[in-house]
């Protein structure tokens, strides 16, 4: 008996009907497609990106059509509903960033081995110091840049785990952060301190008492007012869990423990030097300073592994010289 087989069936497409990827080799064409991508993202759109990259929004558009084609996939969705990325569009951002920061640490590990102060160099720094008289943070820089005019400086504001995770992953090349604990991974240098107050705002029970009932104010007693905290890691969370001071409101920046005390509804601690334009408009006031107070210690952070570069080294020796009120720290031998 003879049996007919059915033909032999073609491979199926992909169900999600998108092409196989043509990207072999990465091109520096790729590179340039790749940052304006990441410019977009981070801008929230073509529109919003055209500053940033001072293109047109229709090259803009043709740079991320061409991407997409190069890696096969359908990135984000763009049209009169807004700006928005694809699942597919977040990963390859989060895969961009890490390639970019590869590529840059390359950069500046040739400088290195050239004993070149060059390219970008990323300090990342805790939130309200620039007006703690004692961080003398701008010193700093203007010493560097005297220093190394050729370094390209960014500059960013973050909360302790990000700038720690940004230098162990190596975005940011310095960190300046309160000390809360230590990682085997990091090297820390003690730079300034900051004094911690404990404030309530206008319209709280607490502000404009007289100053007996004040004085008569006690950890025990403090732990009746809502309180308003930071929520992460921080020697702010150590002190409200030594004092069992329940968080009745939860802030993730300087900033916002600030617009939750000028609420009237909770007590918070703050810098003094930040507070203190809020106090002298009559807006917010130290709670019993002499006792609800504490000492925040700054340190700087590098990586330990792979060594920090030139720059980096150079940056934290101007953070501590400019502290120790020193004009200038000595520069680095080639």
Known sequence: ????????????????????????????????????????????????????????????????????????????????????LTPEGRRVYEETLRLLDAVQAFRRGVDDIHARLGGPLALAVFDQTASNPAARIHAAIADFTRQAPGVHLELHVGSIQVIERGVLEGRFQVGIIPAHRSASSLLYTPLFDETMLLYCGAGHPLFGADRDALAALDWDA??????????????????????????????????????????????????DHYAEAFVRAGRMQAVRPTLFRYTCSFVGLLRRSPAPTRAAQLLQRCLVAAHAGISSCAPLSA
């Open 222 to 271: 403090l732990r009746r007012y809502p309180f308003a905290g930071l929520g992460y890691h921080s020697p702010n969370m150590e002190l409200s869990h030594q004092a069992q001071l329940t968080r009745s409101a939860t802030g993730f920046d300087q900033e916002a423990i600030a617009t939750l005390i000028l609420s009237g509804c909770f007590l918070g601690f703050l810098p």
């Open 1 to 84: 008996m003879q049996v007919n087989h059915p033909p032999a069936l073609a491979p199926l497409p992909p169900t999600d009907g998108r092409q196989r990827a043509v990207l072999g080799q990465l091109s520096d064409m790729d590179l340039r497609l790749l940052q304006v991508f990441k410019s977009v993202v981070e801008c929230g759109g073509l529109a919003a990106a055209e500053l940033e990259l001072n293109i047109a929004t229709s090259t803009i558009s043709r740079h991320l059509k061409d991407l997409e084609t190069r890696l096969g996939l359908v990135l984000c969705r763009r049209g009169r509903a807004g700006f928005a």
